[in-house]
């Protein structure tokens, strides 16, 4: 295999886990609406539900882009295709 | 004081502008205390700021196409999300969300997930190699991905039909400001914002837009905080409302409780004046259908990954790993203003409704309340009405209304703080519908001049021509943008939502596939974004004319159809068809690569 085709076989798979993580928290969790509002677990004291729509779902957006970019760092750079400007 | 380019001394230059702001504030504080009316002060603090961004979109003019269009693509990566973050967020997130939160709860807080979500996909999915490709424009990358004229073309359609249904409710809300701010008529006012709106990106295109849009966040960003931080010390619910409301919205749930949500009769709601509405529906607990909640989100999510102003900021930094990176910061600084929208909205509510607080109305006689001066001044602004609809001389929660703007405009005034942050609230509020309106206007004045003039009108047209051209179709598009929305049609959220569901039902799978999927060719393509258009047009007007919805879609997330046609006609219709020739292919792999030359030139 070529290592062009491996470096995108490994960049699609950091997509898979990406969306995969983003689908539970802006879709699946919001399936249980009425089970979080009624979780005993109450961040900072806030019902799960209303927690969740105010901070909690966008906040793990925020880290999971990060995160997500750090590691597509990484597979560029393991297959050297790291670009030589940098900001 | 500063030496060196420009773009090395930026967080200088932002530096002693957020500390001139800063002491622009405290000197109309003092100003206020000397004796100097409120009408004074909210001219001077719109005047100021908006004199500022006009400053910068001068300095910023220039005669080069890659600046014109992509800013010479060097705007650094936390710059760059400030800038998006500002184009982003409109007047209508700035005055109305927190309104939408106080009144709908739980299932308006879709917008805030969909808001947000959407970018994971941005990132994921479609930034990095949309600047790796080197386009100025969406459908310049729509047009050379696919080839052919009609791909450019529709590209160019959905990108206008998405991006002027969002413009006019852009200038209206810089209208609405401008108009209680300036104090002149909402149809010249119109105009007025439409001047400042030009001011920054005629001169300088991409360029000047980006160095305001980092301004005018600065100044949202301050506005929309400050007050927030002020009211949850005052009182005394925490000093970092974030982490510590929650026995605030207990208290809210309980009022609830013992309040009850009456339902108050027909007559007796058609004395209400139009716009305002009571508080209906619980604060915090869940009050919609999972369905209701995800569609919705759904299709903001996928409407953000389509909108071409916020895509084509992505083209003006410096390389694929900083646009990538871009898009978290960008993310970041929306968020501190989001996760605020529902603390606001929270001690909004509590302050009016809780009848231990001195702010508070409910229960109070109505006497009283009418003779409350802020209620007497948002009551003549149209934002806030009581009756005694039971007679009894005694407010009642099912009583009272209010206009979803006055969370963010009246809660300040209402909590007792100086008039200095009003005119700050007013400032802030211009700088985000303005910051978003200039990236909108530039989107489609961008895409008619790059891709309908230059690319296939006239190909031969020189720098200068190309250049004076861009300029004139960008005030010609304000200028129509402006008279429709001087005609006040929709109100300002819903036809925001309507852009997001337009641009999804047309333009999001043509551009992920476009990169994801190497079969996908034009025929499929224009297929793709000329069907899904017309689905999700098609389904719209069928709603809105008392049609039966289909799977519950309503109105505001007709992008699901749209888009869903526009997938299976994209693929049904690519396979049908011959694969793209190998010089597409290997095309679409060079794109995967993160790193070399962008696959079109420099200037092209």
Known sequence: MSKQSQHWEKTRGLLFVTLAIWFVFSIGIFFFGAEMEASSFRPFGYPLSYYMTCQGSLGIFVILIFWFAGRQEKIDEEFGYTEREDD | ?604
């Open chain 2, 1 to 604: 004081m500063i030496k060196g380019k420009f773009i090395d001394n930026l967080p200088k230059v932002y530096g002693i502008y957020t500390g001139g702001f800063l002491g622009f504030i405290i000197l109309m504080a003092i100003a206020e205390q000397a004796g100097v009316s409120a009408k004074a002060i909210g001219i001077a603090f719109v005047a100021f700021t908006v004199g500022i961004y006009a400053i910068i979109g001068y300095l910023s003019r220039t005669l080069q196409v890659d600046a014109y269009y992509v800013a010479g693509r060097q705007v650094p990566t936390v710059f760059n999300g400030m800038a998006t973050a500002a184009d982003w967020m409109s007047g209508a997130s700035f005055v109305a969300m927190a309104g939408g939160i106080y009144f709908k709860g739980y299932g308006y807080m879709a917008l805030l997930v969909g808001w947000t979500g959407g970018y994971v996909l941005v990132a994921s999915l479609l930034a990095p190699y949309l600047r790796k490709f080197g386009c100025y424009t969406v459908p310049d990358f729509i047009g050379t991905r696919y080839g052919g004229n009609l791909a450019r073309l529709s590209a160019v359609l959905v990108l206008t039909v998405a991006s002027f249904t969002y413009v006019t409710a852009q200038i209206n809300a810089t209208g609405t400001i401008a108009s209680v701010a300036l104090d002149i008529p909402f149809g010249v006012a119109v105009y007025v914002g439409l001047a400042s709106i030009l001011m920054c990106s005629m001169l300088g295109g991409m360029r000047a837009v980006t160095w305001t849009q980092v301004a005018q966040y600065i100044v949202l960003i301050i506005a929309y905080l400050l007050p927030v931080f002020w009211i949850s010390n005052k009182m005394g619910a925490g000093f970092f409302p974030h982490l510590m409301l929650a026995d605030e919205v207990a208290r809210i749930a309980e009022l609830e409780g013992q309040f009850g949500f009456v339902k108050n009769s027909a007559a007796d709601l058609a004395t209400v004046p139009k716009g305002l509405a009571g508080i209906t529906k619980a604060h915090s607990s869940v009050n919609a259908t999972p369905w209701a909640f995800i569609s919705l989100a759904v299709c903001m999510m996928a409407g953000t990954a389509s909108l071409p102003h916020v895509m084509m900021r992505y083209f003006t930094t410096p390389s694929v790993k900083s646009a990538r990176r871009s898009v978290g910061w960008s993310l970041f600084f929306i968020f501190l203003l989001y996760s605020t929208a529902p603390m606001l909205a929270t001690l909004s509510k509590l302050s009016l409704i809780d009848p231990n607080l001195a702010t508070g109305i409910i229960g109070k006689s109505i006497a009283d309340v009418q003779a409350i001066d802020w209620y007497q001044n948002w009551n003549q602004a149209n934002l806030m009405f009581v009756s005694d609809f039971n007679g009894n001389g005694t407010l009642e929660l099912n009583e009272f209304f209010m206009g979803g703007k006055a969370v963010v405009l009246a809660t300040p005034e209402i909590a007792g703080l100086p008039y200095v942050i009003s005119g700050l609230v007013a400032a802030g509020g211009m700088a985000a519908a303005m910051s978003t309106a200039d990236g909108l206007v530039l989107a489609i004045a961008n895409a008619l001049s790059h891709d309908l003039y230059y690319k296939i009108i006239d190909p031969k047209a020189e720098t200068a021509k190309r250049l004076i051209v861009a300029r004139v179709l960008l005030v010609l598009i304000g200028f129509a943008g402006a008279t429709i929305a001087a005609l006040e049609i929709q109100g300002i959220l819903g036809s925001v939502i309507w852009a997001f569901d337009f641009a999804m039902s047309g333009l999001f799978f043509p551009l992920v596939l476009g990169v994801w999927w190497k079969r996908a060719n034009a025929q499929g393509a224009v297929a793709g974004m000329l069907l899904g258009l017309a689905a999700g047009t098609w389904y719209l007007i069928h709603v809105r004319t008392g049609g039966t919805p289909i799977w519950g879609v309503t109105q505001l997330t007709f992008g699901i159809i749209g888009s869903l046609v526009s997938l299976v006609s994209m693929v049904v219709v690519s396979l049908m068809t011959k694969a793209p020739d190998a010089k597409t292919q290997a095309m679409v792999d060079e794109v995967r690569i993160p790193s070399g030359k962008t696959v079109l030139g420099k200037q092209h």
